[in-house]
């Protein structure tokens, strides 16, 4: 049964069975970290993610939704010399992450900043030239002015599970307590498309991400 139901399973299947695996010992956590039931970033939203870093070598990177800091660190690993700033709220995760930051982040350019992710948008200043939203689903239509406001001229704006197992395409959850995510996730795919400061491609891999760049 495909994980998703994204795409048809054959064609998950021949993705996962053509790439190629990342090494190293984040590659080697990562694994460990996924087999555990950690919602980490998809192998192959990883892989995009290394690629729009290598490509647009951001200076500073925001981060909404840090889990034990996997994407941050991969970011971080892809661009050594980023300021990362990454959300979580989530003691548990946040106790972890410190743990996986201190082994990985040698360098300190990773700051998790604790709480609540619509909060501390809210009071955040500066400005980011690469934004990683994956968390807090049912927000997502909220968090778009606030990132769109962080975000520079020319940044690039990726967001995780935006079709939801596809049951945003669906227009149906399978459970009711999911239909408001569902709901908020349409609205907001429908608002980032329409917003013509952005210029946005939905991709089918994985759970659903977003590619945006803002003009
Ligand atoms: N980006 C991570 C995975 C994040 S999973 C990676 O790929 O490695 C989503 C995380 O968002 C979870 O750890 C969850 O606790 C956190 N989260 C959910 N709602 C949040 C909120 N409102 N504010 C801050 N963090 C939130
Ligand atoms: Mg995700």
């Not at 967001?159 to 399978?174: C, E, H, I, Q, R």
Request: glycine letters at 6%; hydrophobic letters at 40%; charged letters at 30%.
């Amino acid at each position: 049964m495909e994980k998703f139901g994204i795409t048809f399973d054959h064609i998950t299947e021949y993705l996962h069975l053509i790439r190629r695996e990342r090494t190293g010992i984040l590659a080697e956590k990562e694994k460990i970290w996924r087999a555990s039931g950690l919602p980490i970033a998809e192998p192959e939203v990883g892989d995009l993610i290394e690629i729009i870093c290598t490509l647009k070598q951001p200076k500073r990177i925001l981060e909404i939704g840090t889990c034990v800091g996997f994407s941050s660190l991969l970011m971080s690993q892809t661009v050594p010399d980023a300021e990362i700033i990454t959300i979580e709220r989530n003691p548990v995760m946040i106790k972890d992450a410190k743990v996986n930051l201190e082994q990985f982040d040698k360098r300190k350019k990773i700051t998790m900043l604790e709480g609540d992710a619509g909060k501390i948008l809210k009071d955040l200043n500066g400005s980011f030239d690469l934004v990683f939203l994956d968390a807090a689903k049912g927000q997502y239509p909220t968090y778009l002015p606030e990132i769109k406001r962080l975000l520079v001229s020319g940044g690039v704006f990726i967001s995780d599970n935006v079709l939801f197992n596809g049951y945003v395409a669906k227009g149906t959850p399978d459970r009711h307590r999911n239909k408001t995510i569902v709901v908020r996730l349409d609205e907001y795919l429908k608002m980032l498309e329409a917003d013509t400061d952005f210029k946005t491609v939905l991709l089918p891999i994985s759970d659903g991400v977003t590619l945006s760049i803002k003009k």
